[in-house]
């Protein structure tokens, strides 16, 4: 049995949408005709989704971290209580009111009906439930204690969940900061300092070069602004573009790891999502190597992830975890000295969580450190600015009125 998209007609005409089960779409649609439904159109949801990763270019790829996040801790609390699995799928199937969710979750229903493992449904969304999420659900079925490992996946789609938002609401006020110190300068430019130019015109007096500047750059605003949008748009595109091909991003990330600000940050974010999808993944009971490849995947910094992809190979070879890793100079070396420990004592899986925390935490406050320069850093570039279109006003007034005088 699996799970069906239609789109039918009720008897006074009116166009429906929705989820169903059946065993095939001829299946489906004499299903629909019971209900008094003119079937349309009938879509096998796994078919459907095969074709969209395939296919054309789509905005929204897989579900978010959130509904991850909580789609995971539902299916922990109702495989802890007891309830079979394609029943916590459908349980949680009918929690959701996002369609596209919804839908995902009733495929992964389905291949788990025809008699396959979890994983293997999960496997026909990938882009849905990444490989550490499948890789993790495969190690607890085949160990017996999935709802133990689907708890632990919870704790972790939610940490992730969180470091990201935190992330993100630190800067929405930066950023909302810089859009209304540019939308303010960029007004008093193009409306107020044209009205107050006029006022200079009729004088012989030369205008100090500050007040010309000024005026140059408000001409240029006002008859070129279309110009400036497209250079911006132009010039954002060919960032991106270029970020997408793999030599100009490992120079950039290169770049990131050397300089000041950025380096310590980057290599604690990066860090903390390694040593925690590690931690998860050895807990589980997932190899170490495949445990190091899967955790390596969710590094976004090159260097880093090459580094890691390295280090497995030497653990492949004999070597251990530690000095595998140490050898590109890369990670923070309490880092080291943890997994070290942990793998001398047997607690790998713990060490590898301690320093997770310990780089979250760093992060954390490294984050509200920038945010505390950051902030007042741009109230005073702002007021810089005014004071400078003030004084490119004030300026002319003054040398009037000492040739009145």
């Not at 169903?20 to 004499?30: A, L, S």
């Not at 991850?68 to 299916?75: G, M, S, Y």
């Not at 793999?246 to 990131?256: I, N, T, V």
């Amino acid at each position: 049995m699996g799970a069906y998209e239609f789109v039918a007609l009720d008897k006074s005409g009116k166009e429906s949408k929705g989820l169903i089960e059946g065993d095939t779409p001829k299946h489906v649609r004499q299903l629909l005709r019971e209900r008094r439904l003119t079937p349309l159109q009938v879509t096998e949801v796994a078919k459907k989704e095969a074709s969209r990763q395939s296919g054309s270019f789509s905005l929204r790829r897989g579900m978010s971290a959130g509904e991850l996040a909580l789609i995971t801790r539902q299916l922990a609390s109702l495989s802890q209580s007891g309830l079979p699995l394609e029943e916590s799928l459908l349980a949680v199937s009918q929690q959701n009111e996002q369609p596209r969710t919804k839908s995902i979750l009733l495929g992964v229903r389905a291949k788990v009906m025809e008699g396959h493992t979890l994983a293997d449904g999960l496997a026909e969304f990938p882009q849905a439930f990444p490989d550490l999420y499948r890789a993790t659900v495969a190690a607890g079925e085949q160990s017996g204690h999935l709802d133990v490992v689907l708890e632990r996946l919870a704790d972790y789609t939610e940490s992730r969940h969180e470091l990201k938002q935190r992330v993100t609401n630190a800067m929405i006020y930066p950023i909302a900061l810089v859009i209304m110190a540019a939308a303010i300068i960029g007004f008093m430019l193009a409306t107020v300092v044209p009205r107050i130019v006029t006022v200079f015109e009729n004088t012989a007096a030369e205008l100090p070069g500050l007040t010309r500047g000024m005026i140059a750059t408000s001409d240029f605003l006002r008859n070129q602004w279309i110009l400036l949008i497209i250079v911006i748009a132009a010039l954002g595109y060919g960032i991106w573009w270029l970020l997408q091909r793999e030599g100009p991003r490992r120079r950039y990330h290169r770049l990131l790891l050397r300089l000041p600000l950025t380096s310590k940050l980057t290599r604690g974010i990066n860090t903390a999502r390694f040593t925690r999808t590690f931690s998860i993944l050895a807990g589980s009971g997932v190899p170490v190597l495949e445990a190091m490849k899967i955790s390596a995947a969710v590094v976004e910094n090159l260097p880093m992830r090459e580094a890691i992809v390295e280090a497995s190979l030497r653990v492949r070879e004999g070597g251990s975890i530690s000095r595998s890793l140490e050898t590109s100079k890369l990670f923070p070396p309490m880092m080291i000295h943890l997994i070290a420990s942990g793998e001398a004592g047997g607690k790998l899986e713990e060490m590898l969580q301690r320093s997770a925390a310990g780089q979250e935490r760093e992060v954390d406050g490294l984050i509200a450190a920038l945010l505390g320069i950051l902030q007042p850093l741009l109230i005073v570039l702002m007021g810089a600015i005014v004071l400078t279109i003030v004084l490119a006003i004030l300026l002319p007034i003054f040398e009037i009125n000492n040739l009145i005088q």
